[in-house]
Antibody, heavy 121, light 106 residues
Framework: QLQLQESGPGLVKPSETLSLTCTVS??????????WGWIRQPPGKGLEWIGN???????YYNPSLKSRVTMSVDSSKNQFSLKVNSVTAADTAVYYC?????????????WGQGTLVTVSS | SYELAQPPSVSVSPGQTAIISCSGD??????ASWFQQKPGQSPLLVIY???KRPSGIPARFSGSNSGNTATLTISGTQAMDEGDYYC?????????FGTGTKVTVL
């Protein structure tokens, strides 16, 4: 059974870098049938896609965040990661990782439980 | 940038049918997914590829997509169906989520 688990600091200071990791269990991160993504949700608001990464390293980012976002994959640990630099209070959100099913028209079928990141001094 | 619009709220009586719309330019040319989200939980996929249901999702959930509008229909709505619902589609390699609809079962 596939599981995704986000981890990382729950509090980040303004202007610093937010760093999160998603650990995948019950499946391999190296399969070409999938890509791996991050989605966030500010408190009380809707869902915002951040980006996706393939095992090959190919990335696609939300144009509105592209200048501040970096994603990477660590196949040795079956993990993928997110970095958002120069954070502000507007980056406060629950961050979810998810698996995109390439053979199912890009369906985001599996999600992690989410982790709250607060940007505050 | 591509946008998907949903009504902010839908109210429905138990046992009745809830219909949630999702509008976007030529949305019918894309595949739409629908997610249910309850407070404190991560989104749950209830419809993918316009009208397919994942394993474990009740048959009262159905979907369609044509023209500029995708639709999620909940037939025989139950109290447990209360929550926020989001549509989602891919615009080239960018995921776009709808604005979200709060479903209240009165």
């Amino acid at each position: 059974q596939l599981q995704l688990q986000e981890s990382g600091p729950g509090l980040v200071k303004p202007s610093e870098t937010l760093s999160l990791t998603c650990t995948v269990s019950g499946g391999s991160i190296t399969s070409s049938d999938y890509s791996w993504g991050w989605i966030r949700q500010p408190p009380g608001k809707g869902l915002e896609w951040i980006g996706n990464i393939y095992y090959s390293g190919i990335t696609y980012y939300n144009p509105s965040l592209k200048s501040r976002v970096t994603m990477s994959v660590d196949s040795s640990k079956n993990q993928f990661s997110l970095k958002v630099n120069s954070v502000t209070a507007a980056d406060t959100a629950v961050y979810y990782c998810a698996r995109r099913e390439e053979v199912m028209a890009g369906t985001l079928e599996y999600w992690g439980q989410g982790t709250l990141v607060t940007v505050s001094s | 940038s591509y946008e998907l619009a949903q009504p902010p709220s839908v109210s429905v009586s138990p046992g009745q049918t809830a219909i949630i719309s999702c509008s976007g330019d030529d949305l019918g040319d894309k595949y739409a997914s629908w997610f249910q989200q309850k407070p404190g939980q991560s989104p749950l996929l209830v419809i993918y590829e316009n009208g397919k249901r994942p394993s474990g999702i009740p048959a009262r959930f159905s979907g369609s997509n044509s023209g500029n509008t995708a639709t999620l229909t909940i037939s025989g709505t139950q109290a447990m169906d209360e929550g926020d619902y989001y549509c989602q589609a891919w615009d080239y390699n960018t995921a776009v989520f709808g604005t979200g609809t709060k479903v209240t079962v009165l």
